[in-house]
């Protein structure tokens, strides 16, 4: 069984940063890519970041580009988000994914029905 467990949520204000972290345990060989989605009160849930299992092929959402950087430390089986120049709106639950189907494209591997793995999710604050 795989087991994903996130950390690094907060309060934080506009402007400042954080860094989200993933760590999974279990069948973590299947993976091929993992990530990052969020949801905010109201709104879909929606991707924002992922990485490829076995070359860090990376992949980033139009409204997080510029200012987050994921990265994978395979050895340690996690993976990270690190986000920057926070704004209100970026206020949410976030979720790390990971998927095990293989050879999917970026467009693909943005829905969410293409992870089998989610964990429960850590709060995001950005106070204004």
């Known amino acids: 069984q795989v087991q994903l467990v996130e950390s690094g949520g907060g309060l934080v204000q506009t402007g400042g940063s954080l860094r989200l972290s993933c760590a999974a345990s279990?069948?973590?060989?299947?993976?091929?890519?993992m990530g990052w989605f969020r949801q905010a009160p109201g709104k879909e849930r929606e991707f924002l970041a992922g990485i490829t299992w076995s070359n860090g092929n990376t992949n980033y959402a139009d409204s997080v580009k510029g200012r987050s950087t994921i990265s994978r430390d395979n050895a340690k089986n996690t993976w990270n988000l690190q986000l920057n120049s926070l704004k209100p709106e970026d206020t949410a639950l976030y979720y790390c994914?990971?998927?095990?189907?293989?050879?999917?494209?970026?467009?693909?591997?943005?829905?969410?029905?293409?992870?089998?793995?989610w964990g429960q999710g850590t709060q995001v604050t950005v106070s204004s």
């Open positions: 994914v990971a998927s095990t189907k293989t050879g999917l494209s970026w467009s693909a591997l943005k829905l969410e029905s293409n992870y089998a793995y």
């Open positions: 279990g069948r973590t060989f299947s993976f091929y890519a």
